[in-house]
């Protein structure tokens, strides 16, 4: 029997900080103080206005790859004897707690599948990746919100997707229905608030029904790893397509399937840690060698490189899995408008010609 | 390994051998006894050599899976942390991530002719396979070996030169201008490639080097008659995580330090990519 539950929107506060005695909680919320900032999601504190009413600024994948994060730490030990040798002791603990996040959409839930792929499926599997995200649980809203950048329907999601989701949010008239959709997800809604009354719960019904129903986007993406690669060559096209690029790198920052890193040592004296950090394929120095060679030396090589990956590169290694999620937020947060669905879009023509 | 693939193994430097102006040998093991005498690989498979503190670099192992009481790596002074590298001393603790990436097809090599052709430190990745095959002469049949650099100072592994030969190795060594007291040949590998002309028939090359020589070689095995499959190279892309994730060295859908730094010239061809 499915556990349904009503959360009145004045109640929603109280019902959060509830919840927040048995599971960490984050939420989709202003990033500052103040209400027209960018949104992202944060660790829910009482008082915490959450942003349910519009798409995060930015993804939720750093619930699962922080921006930044200990890899391992370091610490040397000078030879007692005051010879040059040095030894080192290395430890890689690490503590993981259990997270829930309230109010993620479908299209950044459905973006982990690509990195599940990447992260869990080995033939090398991350343990940082795959503890955090044994660990967490979401409560997924059916999204109504989607406007003229998103496109998930085109990339296989949906508003109504509830795939990888423990628990579902129905925004109704005065408030939400949750309903649990797995047995862990029953035991958070113990104790809570109520059963929705048999009105809410229909409109929330029709409201999942109609979501379900929706199509958001018109892209096709069939034949885009071929299509790709038949394009490859085409030099003068990716300078057109590319062309008022600033290299700035926001379109990999927000995308919630873009998970390249680097890594690198901080040191201070003898003791130091090993960080990963988020990186950019947009970036100069992302490809560039000690020797001064640089395989993607221009912004073509390294837009098409990012084209190529999402929707040729990571189909063919992992049976046909899209690297986008149709989220739409490159398409948002560009400051000179260049809009992915454009290429992949050419890619289709390029096909049929 | 253990089971966080980003955790190094701690290694020892046992011997330091200076090379060239610029290059140095480390031979290396694993603190942990037990685990370096179970260490397997293939040759051409590549180890993360980590310096804590500074980071951690990319390089072949170019001992043979045969000789185990140490493993070797050779560094050019290049970067950051090769620039670190040349600053220990034996006793030194430094951290290891190996065997990584895929290493030679060494087996589907069995009764064929070889050509090395190699080019200053790209005789690094060369040598783990060419000492493998002199530990395993008679399952191969001509081994020839071109080797060339700048001048007599730039070779590597010079002080083994007598035991290649030795091993039945033909070996050809060829430096790009006249040096007094140098008594082997004279001229760019490429051009030496075309005068010793190892015939194409039944014959695998396995080319590394800079990038340049490579190209003009790659160039002179097509005029022998050397077929795509039959050219096996060396890739090298600036590396981070060095198990396929972090995304960095990517050429079309293959990752370099996952699915390399082995490739023949017609996978090369078909994955596409920049290099």
């Known amino acids: 029997m499915a556990v349904k539950i009503f959360i009145a929107t004045d109640r929603l506060d109280s019902v959060l900080e509830k919840l927040s005695t048995k599971i960490d909680l984050l939420i989709p919320a202003s990033l500052k103080d103040d209400k027209s900032a960018p949104t992202g999601f944060v660790p829910f504190v009482p008082g915490t206005a959450p942003a349910f009413d519009r798409q995060t600024t930015t993804p939720l994948k750093k619930a699962l790859l922080p921006q930044v994060e200990t890899l391992l730490r370091f610490e040397y030990h000078k030879d007692p004897q005051g010879s040059p040798k040095s030894s080192v002791t290395v430890d890689d603990q690490r503590q993981v707690r259990p997270t829930l996040v309230f109010g993620a959409r479908p299209c950044d839930v459905k973006a982990l599948t690509t990195l599940d792929r990447v992260f869990s499926n080995g033939p090398y599997v991350d343990p940082y990746y795959v503890e955090r995200r044994k660990n967490t649980l979401f409560a997924t809203l059916v999204c109504r919100q989607n406007d003229a950048k998103c496109f998930c329907t085109s990339v296989g999601g949906g508003p109504a997707d509830m795939e990888g989701s423990h628990l579902r949010i129905v925004p109704v008239d005065g408030g939400y229905v949750v309903e649990a959709l797995s047995p862990e997800a029953q035991t958070l809604l113990e104790n809570l608030a109520d059963a929705p009354d048999s009105a809410r719960d229909a409109q929330a019904g029709q409201i999942v029904e109609e979501a379900l129903k929706r199509r958001v986007g018109e892209l096709d993406t069939k034949g885009s790893p071929e299509a790709f690669r038949k394009r490859f060559d085409q030099t003068d096209y990716w300078f057109q397509m590319i062309n008022q690029c600033l290299g700035c790198g926001v379109c990999t920052y927000v995308c919630p399937t873009c998970y390249c890193f680097t890594i690198t040592d901080e040191v201070e004296n003898l003791k130091g840690e090993r960080l990963r950090s988020w990186d950019s394929c947009m970036f100069y120095h992302y490809t560039l060698e000690a020797s001064g060679h640089n395989p993607r030396p221009t912004k073509l090589e390294r837009y098409r490189n990012r084209v190529g990956h999402k929707f040729s590169y990571i189909p063919e290694r992992y049976e046909g899995l899209l690297g986008c999620c149709g989220c739409g937020r490159c398409i948002r947060s560009c400051p000179v408008s260049i809009d992915i669905r454009q290429v992949v879009g050419h890619l289709k023509e390029n096909t049929s010609e | 390994m253990n089971n966080n693939p980003y955790l190094p193994e701690l290694a020892t430097v046992q011997e330091i051998i200076t090379e060239t102006g610029n290059i140095r040998t480390l031979r290396v093991t694993l603190d942990n006894k037990q685990r370096m005498e179970q260490f397997d690989f293939r040759p051409g498979q590549v180890g993360q050599l980590s310096v804590f503190g500074t980071g951690e670099s990319t390089f072949v192992i170019n001992s043979p899976p045969t000789r185990k009481d140490y493993l070797q790596f050779s560094v050019m002074k290049t970067g950051e942390v090769t620039q670190r590298i040349h600053q220990l001393n034996t006793g030194d603790q430094i951290g290891l991530r190996a065997p990584l990436g895929n290493g030679f097809g060494f087996e589907d090599m069995k009764g064929h002719d070889i050509l090395f052709v190699g080019g200053g430190i790209g005789m690094a990745p060369l040598r783990t396979l060419l000492l493998y095959m002199i530990d395993n002469r008679s399952d191969y049949g001509d081994i020839t070996v071109i080797y060339g ?127």
Do not use: H
């Open chain 2, 149 to 275: 650099a700048r001048s007599p100072k730039d070779l590597c592994f010079t002080y083994e030169f007598q035991e290649w030969r030795d091993g039945g190795i033909n070996l050809i060594l060829t430096v790009d201008a006249e040096f007094p007291g140098w008594k082997e040949r004279v001229g760019f590998v490429p051009t030496v490639l075309s005068e010793v002309a190892p015939s194409a028939k039944n014959r695998i090359a396995i080319t590394c080097g800079p990038p340049i020589m490579i190209k003009f070689v790659l160039f002179g095995l097509k005029e022998l008659g050397y077929e795509d499959p039959q050219i096996i190279t060396t890739l090298e892309k600036r590396m981070k995580c060095g198990i396929g994730i972090c995304g960095r060295c990517n050429a079309g859908s293959k990752y370099v330090c996952l699915d390399g730094p082995v490739f023949s010239y017609d996978q090369i061809r078909s994955m596409g990519g920049e290099l």
